[in-house]
């Protein structure tokens, strides 16, 4: 095997050189705990506030509107809880959709047990939100809409300024899920009348547990962790100084080089995405063939299971991922997909490619090199693509439509 090639940054990413520089004086040299008065101390407290003015900049927000978490997960959390608790003098309703992370999607089912109303809109075919529905999910109760920014398995970018505008008119809170779209696209959190939205630092070549939630000034949210004042007194607990320093370091490098390195990873996806469906049969792109993120490659091929893709892939060093199962060992078809309507053939067959400012086009040849190959051998171990076989010969076409 060769030189690994790592297409899973949807995943996570690799931290970047001068992100651990910047990381590594808070662990042994400026130690202090920034909550304490001393001058040592001071060291850490400026490092804090220096990270929270670059997440602010990415999004156009002040800095005092960053709350410093451990990720994504637990901002989508502390969002919703957070809201339906803070507001249940007005209503019980929130709104999101079916294809949200599962962050968002257990908590809401962990609130519609203690009360809360939670309608799940659709999306159409390309996994785009259908506004229309979204509107008309809105009553005299509704507190909350959540829609992520853009889809972490498909990478459909939602309307969110359209959203943010339906929301305001209504007087209904905006949250979205920003993890992916994070320094992928640009962001501004009045353009779009986004009043909380959830960001995590590893999908920015940053530091693993560390993230944030930006929440907009006046909102009555209360604590989410309970002890000391930390976090202007709404997220108690020691901060995490050497992951705050890695997370700002790398939003203003990734804000720097966005319109650059987003246009290089462009060029990348459509030379895959172009390749797969022209040298590979029965085959089909998932999500918006416009509006979706500069990295994300979605693919479902059908008649295969793509943990079986996976792990062939694997042996030939190149690291993807499944859209088809959620949750390890599941059996049933990624929620996305089932939401998409995406065929029970098709959807078992969901892989996601995801590219970096470090994917080359020689390497997506590599991938092309065995990727045929490896399809050709599990589609003969399946008997559905025997018994299907003759009839996709002459319907190949309508299943994988031309990309560009």
Known sequence: MGKMIYLDNAATTKTAPEVVQAMLPYFSEYYGNPSSIYDFAGKSKEAITKGREQIAEVLGAKKEEIYFTAGGSESDNWALKATFEAYKAKGNHIITTKIEHHAILHTCE?????GAK???????????VKLDELEKAITPETILISVMFANNEIGSIQPIKEIGRIAKEH??????DAVQAFCQVPINVDECNIDMLSSSGHKINGPKGIGCLYIRKGLKLRSFVHGGAQERKRRA?????PGIVGYGVAAERALRTM???????IEVRDYLINRILTEIPNCRLNGDPVKRLPNNCNISFEFIEGESLLIMLDM????????????????EPSHVMRAMGIPYTAAHGSVRFSLSRYSREKEIDQVITHLPMIIERLRSLSPY????KPALANH??????AYG
């Open 259 to 265: 319109e650059e390195r987003t246009a290089k990873e």
């Open 171 to 176: 007087g209904v809170l905006f949250h979205t």
């Open 110 to 114: 962990y609130l519609e047990k203690r």
């Open 237 to 241: 607990g020691t901060e995490n100084v």
């Open 316 to 331: 030939k060093g190149i690291c993807a991922s499944s859209g088809s199962a959620c949750t390890s060992g599941s059996l």
């Open 396 to 401: 190949s076409d309508e299943f994988a439509p």
């Open 385 to 388: 693509w025997q018994q299907n």
């Open 118 to 128: 939670i309608t799940y809109v659709d999306v159409d075919e390309d996994g785009i």
